[in-house]
């Protein structure tokens, strides 16, 4: 069993949708990322948390320590939000990562 | 640009043959990440400085692969005899590394991309 899982693997939907990406991990941390990386390699930090909720723009992170799980949340959906979305923890100084969720935003 | 670059980013070479990448630091980072990312999977992590000291290495790292990064600034990693498992992305990335701070954000270059034949 991977230490950091995400959910789903691949998602669809239309512009407009609201979406939701889980990562759940099993180490201790002290940090979670969120992370998009699109087609070609590069790979662009999103969020950095350890505790409650950040908001940038359309983007919605959250984090339950207890429950060690956290959830990435795009609000009115684009099809510029298409992406694949990496989940990684941090329990000292390097990244841990989940295997990422492809995500395809239709017109 | 003041962000992480990467040489080259694409490499085919032959089975057997050594390669070597370069990793261009944001300047004022003091850690540097090598990380390897395989088709459809996240990138796992190979190695790390901070500063000129090498911290920790993956046992991903086998004895065919070495990394410098002799003044503290860029840094190269090395592949040995390379195998057609060798044949990934392999990313950079670097952060402030501030002494006594538990995680700071990493940024991440371009990547290397190899394919060995």
């Known amino acids: 069993k991977n230490e950091v899982e995400q959910s789903p693997q691949n998602l669809t939907a239309q512009e407009g949708e609201f979406i939701t990406i889980n990562c759940s991990y099993s180490?201790?941390?002290?940090?979670l990322h969120w992370l998009q990386q699109h087609p070609g390699g590069g790979i662009v930090s999103l969020f950095m948390?350890?505790?409650g909720k950040k908001k940038h723009g359309r983007l919605i992170a959250t984090i339950n320590i207890q429950e060690k799980h956290s959830s990435l949340h795009i609000t009115a959906s684009h099809p510029r939000d298409s992406a694949v979305y990496i989940c990684?923890?941090?329990?000292?100084?390097?990244?841990?990562f989940g295997t990422g969720t492809r995500l395809q935003v239709f017109p | 640009d003041t962000g992480v670059s990467q040489n080259p980013r694409h490499k085919i070479t032959k089975r057997g043959q050594n390669v070597t990448f370069r990793c261009d630091p944001i300047?004022?980072?003091?850690?540097l990440y090598w990380y390897r990312q395989t088709l459809g999977q996240g990138p796992e992590f190979l190695t790390y400085?901070?500063?000129?000291?090498?911290?920790?290495k993956s046992r991903l790292l086998s004895d065919r692969f070495s990394a410098e990064r002799p003044k503290g600034s860029f840094s190269t990693l090395e592949i040995q005899r390379t195998e057609q498992g060798d044949s990934a992305m392999y990313l950079c990335?670097?952060?402030?590394?501030?002494?006594?701070?538990?995680?700071?954000?990493?940024?991440f270059g371009p990547g290397t991309r190899l394919t060995v034949l």
């Open positions: 990684a923890v941090s329990g000292g100084d390097k990244l841990i």
């Open positions: 180490v201790g941390i002290s940090a």
């Open positions: 400085f901070q500063n000129e000291a090498q911290l920790e």
């Open positions: 948390l350890s505790s």
């Open positions: 300047s004022e980072h003091n850690r």
């Open positions: 990335a670097s952060s402030l590394g501030v002494r006594g701070l538990a995680t700071d954000t990493q940024y």
